[in-house]
């Protein structure tokens, strides 16, 4: 690692180069930019920094970020609540909510099942879904996880916990994204489109 | 932009996008980050950023990075002080530093000429530079800038400057960097290299 020479420049390309996506030569860019720049953008990253730890947490239904011990989707009366989105992570919800065509509450995983990673079923979000399913009028879980094999694990662990209520249990559909080219798509996107393709009503 | 519903959530997310080539996606994935990471790792980072801007300035002399007046590098005696490297920024100097293979002095310009932009050479530390060549025991100025047409602008300025003195100016050799290919390198870049051709001593 390359040393600027002083430390409390030295401490802060360290403590950037832990966040995620940001490796060293990013942080040290990152760093002198904040040196450089007007002391009143450092202290508004300070205090925003500071409000975010402070006035926000996790909301206590749904796991979703919260000022307060509800976030403002659970606290919605317009949401619907009969159905539950189940996600991976906070980032998701704000990825569901921006194409405003979901109206239902959300759940916060924090991730998959990964045996491999050391995240086991307990250290996810499950057992608070399970609560709510009994104790919410929920009529439908749509599984809304990333795709990939974990994703797969957990959905077959969460469906055979939700077996024996009568939940409609759903999930996004796989298939051709939007504006892609099949000679550049995955075998694997391409095989999951194909075995879930879609009849074309030749009345219409 | 996509909002979070969250003020103090978006407020960061705003902030962070600021950063020199973080988007709008990437400031939403560090403010997560920094959402879901320990209250410590937040309080640290918030005192690195209060203790860069409070301890650090720029050096009287070379306008490196220094805590205090003077930069480490001016204030170290082993630095051999006939020689100045002019660099565009600090992380210049910090790339260089790593080589280990120079031991003069810097001068940081904070940019090169570049009208167009609208950074004239009053906006750059160019007068303080003429002072050190006039005041300072300098025997070489070394101009070590990033390649580009703006930095060969501030190159032919910068050696018309200091034509009259009896100071030595030089420049980073160009030429083809180690590692590279030249099935893949600019035409720019071999045309150099073969302008720039070195000799090959055959009594060796």
């Known amino acids: 690692m390359r040393e600027s020479g002083i430390s409390v420049l030295d401490e802060l390309i360290a403590l950037l180069a832990r966040l995620p996506g ?12 904040i040196l450089k720049s007007p002391d009143e953008y450092a202290s508004q990253l300070v205090q925003a920094i500071v409000d975010l730890k402070q006035k926000t947490g996790l909301c206590k239904r749904c796991f979703n970020i919260a000022e307060g011990d509800y976030c403002h989707i659970c606290r919605d009366p317009k949401r619907d609540v009969h159905k539950i989105c189940v996600v991976e992570d906070i980032v998701d919800v704000m990825a569901i909510e921006e194409t405003h065509t979901y109206k239902g509450l959300y759940h916060v995983l924090g991730g998959v099942i990964s045996p491999l990673a050391g995240v086991n079923p307990e250290d996810l979000n499950i057992k608070p879904l399970i609560e709510r399913v009994k104790n919410e009028p929920v009529e439908e879980v749509i599984l809304a996880l990333n795709p990939s094999t974990e994703a797969e694990t957990t959905i077959i662990y969460l469906t055979r916990l939700l077996r ?13 994204p939007m504006g892609s080219h099949l000679e550049y798509l995955d075998g694997a996107t391409i095989g999951m489109a194909l075995q879930a393709r879609q009849k074309i009503d030749k009345e219409k």
């Open 164 to 176: 024996d209520s009568d939940v409609q249990i759903s999930r996004l559909a796989s298939g051709v």
């Open 22 to 33: 940001i490796g060293f030569k990013t942080a040290q860019r990152l760093a002198i930019f």
